[in-house]
């Protein structure tokens, strides 16, 4: 072994191997255990989030693998249609060219060209963090198998008469030139105006005021409506409008959904343009106007001067018309819910236009019936209340969008407008007895990505056809994902699972948090905290990193904001961690349902986690030397104290990890395994086996020999008890020692069980005497000034029976460990001593010859009045409410924490000056 870890010199090497070897296929023994990966757009770069939810799912994988499952972890990409097409599209702008120029046959090739060349990107940085997916069953959603399956449940459906074509209000995108489903619009706070215009009543007076936030559509107002039961308006009620602008005339009627409280009571109608207004307009029969192109410009239904003209622009001459016409009540600032698409970001339209839906009811019913018996799990459960509220209120599903990219729906029309659904034209013309002289046009839009993702649990294991991996592994065991999508997959895999494999896709469903910044803050390009796990992992200098962090911002401002925070937090760039101190760091945090705050200091403990988990090993192997590893457990009379504690403290942290790791406390198994191997393991045990090793009078060869069996026989199942969550330095480790095992890698070998160690109680309770005993020593040196390296005597007061049967079990481990010549008990009156307690007994370091006491409590009264100073300080600031309701959260935190430690050391000094006071 190297004296130091380095793994940028391990990390490729170990997984090309594991990959050539095959170790990541299914192994065809034990029961199965499979997992789907959320296939990653494949525009996509591997962000935060995807480290944080691939670590989670390799460790689940990787520890089934090693208890003898059958084990799959089936991997693939998603075409992802709009954020593909936007991706070329953009291309082909820079160039000079556009899709409409190309045609769609050509585009589309563009697309297989960039996706082949340019796709792979993802797929890669998931090998660079370690994933154990089978990649030789990658699959990618428009894969031709998987385009069939597609194509089989549109057909499916639509024979089931659970898919219709409609002409209904949808929401538009004016600059992709789609539709969208609601769960694709992100609602925008934004600051903006309402307008209160005078609707004048025919052949009267009089007029009605009537408030909008978007003037352009008074052009397709088809009524105005009040409540009812509004006492000032129901005279009103029958009577006609005369449309401003347009002078069409236009009723008044009576609805319930109108609030007579809100603003004047009286509500514009525009059913083309406006959901609420849709369903009102269905009640009363109205006309539906569409005012609007594709592309959000008025449209020739309205025969005036605002032809043309784009959205805004009419807006604008709208108002100034008003105005002039002396119909403009007033124009108040408004806080508007602005919808934009989560693509382009463009302010959407409702919009009426044919599209393809999928009809849900039916489809929920099952979906929420099966969820409700406790068949399917969410862990944490509470995301199932929000599974509930989404799915009872289901509305049904707009598939259809206005795309070349994608999914081709499987339609094609006859030149009356008649819809045929089969696999193809020739199909069709046979199923629906169609004559060669009937001219059929296919369908021009492609499906949602997310119909396609919907059957990813059985379509990537080979569906429709009835492979070995189809009746292996479906239905899988978990889906690890994010609350952010548990509405746009998860629901609709449940439902389509159900429907077509008569099973759910999955019996768990793992919800992680979001990855943040160290402040709680989350990532994004605009606050310039993005961080490339691949960057963490392998390092990345300054100046890299801030053009990553500025690169395609338009605002030169905010970019001088990034340059200066950048600069500020990473002075040297970042350095390298390496996969496995990432990926303990994200286990570690993995809290079920928590958001995490991810800080680089964090990972750089973790860092050295992994080198002292290295320095040990090379501790053992230096003292190892021409020792068989014997994987047999010795017989629990043969072991030494130390021996039988580690042991038994392993099997502890086994029990641990199998408990934590069915209920998905990632954090436990994570938190337990660092207090294992830092703690016991190095801290304790391998100084515990120094003692013995080095020993010249105390133990025998047979004792040594049977040491060094115990520290292979341990660090074996340490090592393969780490492997899932850092499985590089484990993989280097562990080959570099001459395990018995007929496994050629770690990978592959089996977790370690605790019934394969020898337990026992009462040595974990003496052991933990001792610690107790030479920590009490330690903490008196550190607080007396006492230097480590000089030997002291200690002496005894009050000790009982059993203290002094535990100080003969151990004398000689307390005495190597604290440094210690003698150990003597007394009974008369003490001489000047520090003194600590332990149980009843007393702890005595007599202090003659060690310290000048006299001037050491100078310096500690000295001491104490400036931490005094300092704590009064921080409280007088603590205690002025209104600085901390001023104060950043963080501030207030950071001086709560340090009023704490102050307190802490103000307690131990005041301690230390009354212990040198006694006697």
Not at 53 to 74: A, F, K, P, S
Not at 396 to 412: E, F, M, N, V, Y
Not at 490 to 517: Q, S, T
Request: with cysteine; proline share 4%.
């Amino acid at each position: 072994m190297d004296k130091s870890y380095n793994p940028s010199s391990i990390e490729n090497k170990i997984y090309d191997s594991w990959e050539k070897s095959g170790y990541f296929s299914p192994s065809n023994i034990g029961d199965p255990y499979c997992i789907v990966i959320p296939p990653p757009n494949v525009t996509g770069t591997l962000h935060m989030g995807h480290a944080f939810q691939d670590t989670i799912m390799d460790i689940l994988v990787r520890y089934h693998r090693m208890q003898g499952r059958n084990t799959l972890w089936q991997v693939g990409t998603d075409h992802a249609g709009i954020a593909t097409q936007m991706v070329v599209e953009r291309q082909l702008e820079q160039s000079g060219s556009s899709r409409l120029e190309l045609g769609r046959e050509a585009f589309i090739s563009k697309v297989w060209d960039w996706k082949n060349k340019s796709g792979t990107t993802i797929t890669a940085q998931l090998k660079r963090m370690g994933s154990s997916t089978d990649w030789t069953k990658e699959r990618f959603t428009m894969d031709d198998d998987l385009a069939k399956g597609v194509q089989k449940v549109f057909i499916k459906l639509y024979e089931d008469k659970l898919i219709y074509r409609g002409k209904r209000l949808v929401n538009w995108d004016p600059i992709l030139l789609t539709a969208l489903s609601d769960l694709e619009v992100n609602q925008s706070e934004e600051p903006g105006e309402i307008w209160h215009f005078k609707y004048p009543i025919e052949n009267s007076d009089e007029f009605l005021i009537v408030a909008t936030t978007r003037p352009e559509t008074m052009l397709g107002d088809t009524a105005v409506a009040v409540h009812p039961d509004d006492p000032k308006y129901q005279k009103y009620i029958g009577k006609k409008i005369i449309l401003p602008i347009s002078e069409r005339v236009i009723p008044i009627i009576a609805d319930d959904y109108v609030d007579q409280d809100f603003g004047s009571g009286c509500v514009k109608i525009t059913p083309a343009h406006d959901f609420n207004d849709f369903e009102i307009g269905k009640r009363h029969d109205l006309e539906v106007i569409n005012i609007f192109t594709k592309d959000a410009k008025i449209n020739s239904n309205v025969d005036n001067k605002y032809k043309g003209l784009d959205r805004f622009e009419a807006r604008k001459s709208i108002v100034s018309d008003m105005d002039k016409l002396g119909l403009l009540e007033k124009i108040e600032d408004y806080t508007l819910n602005v919808p934009r698409g989560d693509r382009s970001g463009a302010i959407l339209e409702p919009y009426i236009t044919d599209q393809w839906y999928v009809s849900t009811e039916k489809l929920a019913k099952p979906a929420i019936d099966i969820v409700k018996s406790g068949e399917l799990n969410f862990v944490p459960h509470n995301w199932s209340k929000t599974y509930f509220e989404w799915m009872e209120n289901i509305q049904d599903w707009c598939i259809s969008r206005q795309l070349w990219w994608g999914h081709r729906i499987p339609a094609w029309y006859d030149e009356q407008g008649n819809v045929f659904v089969g696999k193809s034209e020739e199909d069709i013309r046979i199923k629906y007895n169609l004559s060669r002289v009937e001219k059929l046009k296919q369908d021009e839009d492609v499906l949602d990505t997310w119909f396609s993702s919907a059957l990813w649990p059985f379509s990537s294991l080979g569906w429709p056809n009835q492979t070995d991996d189809l009746k292996t592994f479906y239905p899988t065991n978990v889906l690890v994902t994010g609350f952010d999508i548990i509405f746009f997959w998860v629901a609709r895999m449940i439902m389509m699972g159900l429907y077509f494999m008569d099973e759910l896709p999955f019996k768990e469903v793992y919800i992680h948090g979001l990855v943040r910044d160290k402040n709680g803050h989350k990532m994004s390009k605009s606050k310039g905290n993005i961080l490339d796990p691949i960057d963490i992992i392998d390092g990345i200098d300054l100046d890299t990193l801030i053009r990553k962090r500025t690169e395609g911002l338009m605002q030169p401002e905010m970019a001088s904001k990034i340059i200066k925070d950048t600069k500020k937090e990473f002075p040297k760039g970042i350095p390298e961690f390496g996969v496995d101190a990432l990926r303990f760091t994200f286990a570690i945090q993995a809290t079920t349902g928590r958001d995490i705050r991810f800080d680089l200091n964090r990972i750089e403990g973790y860092r050295n986690f992994c080198n002292k988990l290295w320095n040990a090993a090379r501790f053992v192997k230096l003292n190892t030397e021409n020792i068989a590893h014997n994987s047999n457990p010795s017989p629990q009379e043969s072991l030494l104290l130390p021996d039988l504690w580690i042991q038994s403290k392993l099997h502890l942290l086994l029990q641990s990890i199998e408990k934590n790791i069915k209920i998905y406390r990632i954090d436990l198994v994570a938190n337990s395994l660092y207090e294992f191997v830092w703690n016991d393991f190095c801290d304790w045990y391998l100084e515990l086996t120094k003692s013995i090793l080095y020993s010249t009078d105390h133990f025998s060869d047979d004792n040594k020999k049977q040491i060094k069996v115990n520290l292979l026989n341990v660090l074996d199942k340490v090592l393969r008890a780490l492997h899932p969550i850092i499985p590089f330095i484990t993989e280097e480790i562990w080959k570099s020692f001459n395990f018995v095992s007929s496994k050629r890698s770690i990978m592959v070998s089996s977790y370690p069980k605790k019934e394969s160690l020898c337990y026992d109680k009462i040595t974990i309770h003496k052991i933990e005497w001792m610690q107790s005993f030479v920590t009490n020593i330690r903490q008196i040196r550190s607080e007396m000034n006492i230097a480590p390296k000089v030997q002291i005597p200690i002496l005894l007061q009050d000790a009982s029976e059993g203290d002094l049967n535990l100080l003969n079990e151990t004398s000689v481990f307390i005495k190597d460990m604290a440094n210690v010549y003698e150990i003597k008990t007394i009974t008369d009156a003490p001489p000047l001593s520090a003194i600590s307690l332990l149980g009843g007994m007393k702890i005595l370091i007599p202090l003659a010859g060690l310290i000048d006491i006299e001037s050491e409590r100078k310096r500690l009264e000295k001491k104490l009045i400036q931490i005094q100073n300092n704590l009064s300080s921080v409280d007088q600031r603590l205690e002025n409410e209104d600085f901390k309701s001023k104060a950043p959260k963080d501030v207030v935190e950071k001086l709560v924490s340090q009023s704490e430690l102050l307190s802490q050391d103000k307690i131990k000094i005041e301690r230390q000056i009354e212990m040198m006071s006694l006697n």
